[in-house]
């Protein structure tokens, strides 16, 4: 009896050609670095009539200035996100949760974005590319469109796409992630997250963004706890403030009581750096 059933794997060299590709095909699955997809190969009872990989296309590789901020393209790696100086000064927080994320073979192999498209809820990089105002451009036979990272996780995806890169716009002054695991099959993989991003100017921040990978639903915004930040410059913010706040956010998240309390941990060192920051 054989592991995998059969299917004709291609490896097309533009976008275009994937496209038809996928069009064409009864059941297909697009190969990026091949960490959850190789999985799906054995363990899915709806087997891929066609494996579409990715690798050749030349298009959806690299990281450029795009404006004031960077274009990601899909297929970049995750080393190759860790080794960028462009994502290093403008965007830590990418860095931060891009060298927990896995291990090293992991993160050689594994791409921006599958982790995005793989559409799991523990994965890290969407609630940090979530903080930071990202975008997704996705390539369809119909054509292409750019769509908010947030958006484009709210709804079910199109039933055939092919994501082509992520637009991170100007960098905010502050970024950080802050996260927590568990072992799961001899690896540590997130059990809860908290990306946070502001623009800071002197002593004052604005447009705070608190995003939550709680590993049991889609990123969630910490709303209560974004309002209490983006009043930093108005006084001394205190703990108990933000403790209300959270309590209060959380109604909307799926984060029980240990969660809670890990992430109430995360953002008392949070405003401790805040504080250091802003004097
Ligand atoms: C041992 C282990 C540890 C891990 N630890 C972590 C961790 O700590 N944090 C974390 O975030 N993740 C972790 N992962 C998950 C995984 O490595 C990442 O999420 C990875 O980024 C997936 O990318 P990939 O390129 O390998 O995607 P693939 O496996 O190739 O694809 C994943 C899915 O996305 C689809 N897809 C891929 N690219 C595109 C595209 N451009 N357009 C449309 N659809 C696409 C594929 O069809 C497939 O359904 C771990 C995985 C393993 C095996």
């Not at 990989?53 to 795009?66: D, F, P």
């Not at 960028?84 to 921006?112: H, Q, W, Y």
């Not at 995806?157 to 890169?165: A, D």
Request: aromatic share 8%.
């Amino acid at each position: 009896m054989p592991i995998l059933k059969d299917f004709k794997f291609h490896s097309p060299g533009s976008l275009n050609a994937a496209l038809a590709l996928l069009e064409k095909a009864r059941a297909p699955l697009l190969l990026a670095g091949g960490t959850f997809a190789l999985n799906y190969l054995k363990k899915v009872s709806k087997y891929p009539t066609d494996v579409i990989s990715l690798k050749k296309i030349s298009s959806l590789k690299g990281i450029k200035a795009q404006g004031k901020g960077l274009w990601v393209g899909a297929m970049t790696a995750i080393y190759e996100l860790i080794g960028s100086r462009a994502v290093c000064d403008a965007f830590p927080s990418v860095i931060e949760a891009s060298s927990k994320l896995g291990t090293t073979p992991i993160r050689n192999m594994a791409t921006i974005g599958g982790n995005i498209a793989s559409r799991f809820y523990w994965v890290d990089l969407p609630a940090v590319l979530i903080s930071l105002g990202a975008s997704v451009t996705l390539a369809t036979k119909k054509g292409k469109k750019t769509v908010a990272l947030e958006k484009f996780l709210s709804v079910p995806p199109e039933k055939k796409y092919i994501l082509t890169g992520i637009v991170l716009p100007k960098g905010n002054s502050l970024s950080f992630y802050f996260r927590h695991t568990k072992t799961a099959q001899e690896t540590d993989v997130p059990s809860l997250g908290l990306a946070f991003s502001a623009v800071k100017k002197g002593r004052v921040i604005s447009c705070a963004r608190c995003i939550v990978n709680t590993t049991s639903s889609f990123p969630v915004a910490l709303k209560k706890v974004e309002d209490v930040f983006n009043n930093f410059s108005s006084g001394d913010i205190r703990m108990d403030m933000i403790e209300k706040a959270l309590l209060e956010d959380a109604r909307a998240t799926k984060l029980d009581d240990h969660r809670l309390h890990l992430l109430a941990v995360d953002l008392e060192k949070l405003l401790g750096i805040l504080r250091q920051k802003c004097v």
